[in-house]
């Protein structure tokens, strides 16, 4: 299967996207994640994104977009894959469509996960991240740790993203609102599109997703 994730920053897209990816048996592909990781490891991709996330802003397409295929190229994604946080917008979108098309693919499905603003901001104030690996992610109420500031994942260390606080997440709402908002409208006219709830317990808005997929 093939299937992109949309969401506001802060809907849960991250913590729906390790159960999906595990029921359905395919990678999951974050290009959050994968910035971060650049990042830590100092690379010059990395370097290239920091300020543009840290303002939260979009990093540009022409690194983006070069990034998002070479991972959907690797050997764990010829069965399908997973996409979180790409496309953001719509040149991405119309990227991934040509991309896939020279593949012989085509997409099963857009999951949208619909939130109200209030509720993606008490998400986002309150998540915490584990330093190895982004793709662990905590809620210091909704879903704490075994242990203060540890993953219970790795053992790693967990921090509040520099772009989580109150100033940056109200401009990625902005970005959210005008630049990948419109990749919804894009989907629909392909058929794609499902839209569900991401409100409520993690494992209802899982099994809530994973009907919707069917
Ligand atoms: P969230 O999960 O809160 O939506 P992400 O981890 O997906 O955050 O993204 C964090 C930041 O990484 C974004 O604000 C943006 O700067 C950058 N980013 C991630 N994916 C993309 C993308 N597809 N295009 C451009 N920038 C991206
Ligand atoms: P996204 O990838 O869309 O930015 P995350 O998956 O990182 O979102 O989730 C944002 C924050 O909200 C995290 O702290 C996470 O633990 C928490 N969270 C995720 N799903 C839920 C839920 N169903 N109810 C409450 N909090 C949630
Ligand atoms: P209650 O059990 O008090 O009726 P809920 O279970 O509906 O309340 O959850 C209250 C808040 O915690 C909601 O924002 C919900 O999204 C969030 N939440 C519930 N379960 C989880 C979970 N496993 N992980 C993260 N957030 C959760």
């Known amino acids: 299967m093939r299937i992109v994730l949309v969401g506001p920053p802060g809907a849960g897209k991250g913590t729906q996207a390790a159960f999906l990816a595990k029921n359905l ?14 990042i830590s490891q100092g690379t010059e991709l990395g370097k290239q994104a920091k300020a543009f996330m840290d303002a939260g802003n979009l990093v540009p397409d022409e690194v983006t977009i070069g990034m998002a295929k070479d991972r959907m190229s690797k050997p764990d994604a010829e069965g399908g894959f997973l996409l979180d ?15 896939l098309k020279a593949e012989g693919q ?9 939130v109200p603003e209030d509720e993606v901001v008490k998400r986002i104030a309150g998540r915490r991240t584990c330093r190895n690996d982004s793709s662990h992610v905590f809620h210091v109420t909704y879903s704490p740790p075994e242990q203060d500031g540890v993953c219970d994942v790795c053992g790693g260390e967990l921090y509040q993203r520099g772009d989580d606080t109150e100033e940056t997440v109200r401009r990625r709402l902005e970005v959210y609102h005008s630049e990948t908002e419109p990749i919804i409208d894009h989907y629909k006219a ?7 709830s991401a409100l409520g317990k993690v494992d209802e808005v899982t099994r809530r997703a994973m009907e919707a997929l069917k």
Do not use: M, Y
């Open 190 to 196: 392909q058929g794609l599109v499902v839209t569900i």
């Open 106 to 114: 085509q997409l099963d499905g857009v999951l949208d996960l619909e």
């Open 85 to 99: 946080g790409f496309p953001r917008n719509v040149s991405q979108a119309v990227a991934l469509d040509e991309w």
């Open 25 to 38: 048996k395919i990678p999951h592909i974050s290009t959050g994640d994968l910035f971060r990781a650049n």
